[in-house]
T-cell receptor, first 111, second 112 residues
């Protein structure tokens, strides 16, 4: 199975600042997905970037993908207290490959 | 609004009991998954199913089984609950398309 590893494990920033978290993976992918998990809840899909895309935007989210380095980053601009959550990446190799999730980046946005 | 519904948010069971965790999705997805999440260990895949009547072991299937008699329902079964199965259990489904996985709200199971 393909698993992403998020970095850093924890991140604490002031409201209004930008937050960047990174993901590395090991084998080739069809796409890579980012998810958010609020404490004690299920994961929520944020954005999907295909292997032939280098950058994608959705509102305050910007995702980049570098397939040569097998890495991705998620940037949250102008962070808000409501962005406090854990963030997970999920590299998907397609077909019947299992998608597994790492331990995530725990983001704290201080008001 | 599309949904994955897990039957219980919180559950307390005794050691040795047979436990059923139910998951229902209304999106006509072929693919369904069960994960458990423990502090410091991330989400670990227990079982998954790419089709009705089809089930595959994930990374930690020991002590668990699954049932998928209908497309929309994927049940996780703890054959004989043990304290080390105390965890948050998350069900998810997907059509492997643009919208990724849709997760349920989770079931926090405590085995005493």
């Amino acid at each position: 199975s393909q698993q992403g590893e998020e970095d850093p494990q924890a991140l604490s920033i002031q409201e209004g600042e930008n937050a960047t978290m990174n993901c590395s993976y090991k084998t080739s992918i069809n796409n890579l997905q980012w998810y958010r998990q609020n404490s004690g809840r299920g994961l929520v899909h944020l954005i999907l970037i295909r292997s032939n895309e280098r950058e994608k935007h959705s509102g305050r989210l910007r995702v980049t993908l570098d397939t040569s380095k097998k890495s991705s980053s998620l940037l949250i601009t102008a962070s808000r207290a409501a962005d406090t959550a854990s963030y997970f990446c999920a590299p998907d190799s397609g077909g019947y490959q299992k998608v597994t999730f790492g331990t995530g980046t725990k983001l704290q946005v201080i008001p | 609004d599309v949904k994955v519904t897990q039957s219980s948010r919180y559950l307390v069971k005794r050691t040795g009991e047979k436990v059923f965790l139910e998951c229902v999705q209304d999106m006509d997805h072929e693919n369904m998954f069960w994960y458990r999440q423990d502090p410091g260990l991330g989400l670990r895949l227990i079982y998954f199913s790419y089709d009705v009547k089809m089930k595959e072991k994930g990374d930690i299937p020991e002590g668990y089984s699954v049932s998928r008699e209908k497309k929309e329902r994927f049940s996780l079964i703890l054959e004989s609950a043990s304290t080390n199965q105390t965890s948050m259990y998350l069900c998810a489904s997907t059509d492997r398309g643009l919208y990724g996985y849709t997760f349920g709200s989770g079931t926090r199971l405590t085995v005493v």
